[in-house]
């Protein structure tokens, strides 16, 4: 089936500094791929997607590129600041039938520190 | 416009009972999905509804069910609760064609003891 590797957390980081959150998938077909934030009490949010290999999405400073070759979809973000701290997923979807069947990773906390 | 709202947001339950959790999507919205968070599990997708028919749905037993009613409002019923029963149950609404947006509510946390 399909299925969402991310790294474990938590990572924690200072102020300023560059942050990646490795992402890999396993799919039969083409998935869509997303990564949504969720703060502490809060539902999740939508913060970048890419729909088809070579894609790349971006939103509020953070960017992931859709490498179909390495099956992966990892998040940077050049300049982490203290309200980056969050729990961040990687989830995909298939377009075809199960468009709003979202799997996800198991998360990974991020702590930035001032 | 108005998110996703869930009711309520916190629910205590004791084993054996049953829980129904309701879902109002965003205006317009057509499609509603279910998902399970735990600690342990992570984030679980339950079961989809759009125009009123279940679309999609994960691995869960049978005492986990819903409905969507024609105002696209979805409910999610629990029965004979469990104390692993106990997460946070978010639900997502979207236009339901692919590509659209899944936006989420902020959750129903269930106790079960």
């Known amino acids: 089936g399909n299925s969402v590797t991310q790294m474990e957390g938590p990572v924690t980081l200072s102020e300023e500094a560059f942050l990646t959150i490795n992402c890999t998938y396993t799919?039969?077909?083409?998935?869509?791929l997303f990564w949504y934030v969720q703060y502490p009490g809060e539902g999740l949010q939508l913060l970048l997607k890419a729909t088809k290999a070579d894609d790349k999405g971006s939103n509020k400073g953070f960017e992931a590129t859709y490498r179909k070759e390495t099956t992966s979809f990892h998040l940077e973000k050049g300049s982490v600041q203290v309200s980056d701290s969050a729990v961040y997923f990687c989830?995909?979807?298939?377009?075809?039938?199960?468009?709003?069947?979202?799997?996800f990773g198991a998360g990974t906390q991020v702590v930035v520190t001032p | 416009k108005a998110g996703v709202t869930q009711t309520p947001r916190y629910l205590i339950k004791t084993r054996g009972q049953q829980v129904t959790l309701s879902c109002s999507p965003i205006s317009g919205h057509r499609s509603v999905s279910w998902y399970q968070q735990t600690p342990g599990q992570g984030l679980q997708f339950l079961f989809e509804y759009f125009s009123e028919t279940q679309r999609n749905k994960g691995n869960f037993p049978g005492r986990f069910s819903g409905r969507q009613f024609s105002n696209s409002r979805s409910e999610m019923n629990v029965s004979t609760l469990e104390l692993g029963d106990s997460a946070l149950y978010l639900c997502?609404?979207?236009?339901?064609?692919?590509?659209?947006?899944?936006?989420f509510g902020p959750g129903t946390r269930l106790t079960v003891l």
């Open positions: 989830a995909l979807s298939m377009t075809t039938d199960s468009w709003g069947k979202l799997q």
């Open positions: 799919a039969t077909g083409y998935p869509s």
């Open positions: 997502a609404s979207s236009l339901g064609l692919a590509y659209n947006e899944q936006f």
